[in-house]
Nanobody, 120 residues
């Protein structure tokens, strides 16, 4: 099993900051990429940012405000969110595209999500 546990969400005023964390555990042998998606009420889930071994990629709406990073030693993915806006409100999901030790295929694994609410 691969388990992803997000934390760090909460309620913050516009202009504030939050840092999300995602702890990966389980029998994952290799990771292709890790990232964050979010889903606002009534909207589809959208990519926020992802990170591979050598590059990062951000949605245009968060460029310059959010920073994705990872600590391989701690198996933890982070999302530093600064300058938060009400439109950043949603459930943030961590995901990993990786391969388990007992699987030949790379698959997407998802966390349960953490709520981020930005008040105006």
């Amino acid at each position: 099993q691969v388990q992803l546990a997000e934390s760090g969400g909460g309620l913050v005023q516009a202009g504030g900051s939050l840092r999300l964390s995602c702890l990966a555990s389980g029998s994952i042998l290799s990771i292709n990429l890790m990232g964050w998606y979010r889903q606002a009420p009534g909207k589809q889930r959208e990519l926020v940012a992802h990170i591979t071994s050598g590059a990062t990629n951000y949605a245009d709406s968060v460029k310059g405000r959010f920073t994705i990073s990872k600590d391989n030693a701690k198996n933890t993915l982070y999302l530093q969110m600064n300058g938060l806006k009400p439109e950043d409100t949603g459930v943030y999901y961590c995901y990993v595209n990786g391969r388990r030790s007992d699987d030949h295929n790379y698959r997407n694994y998802w966390g349960q999500g953490t709520q981020v609410t930005v008040s105006s």
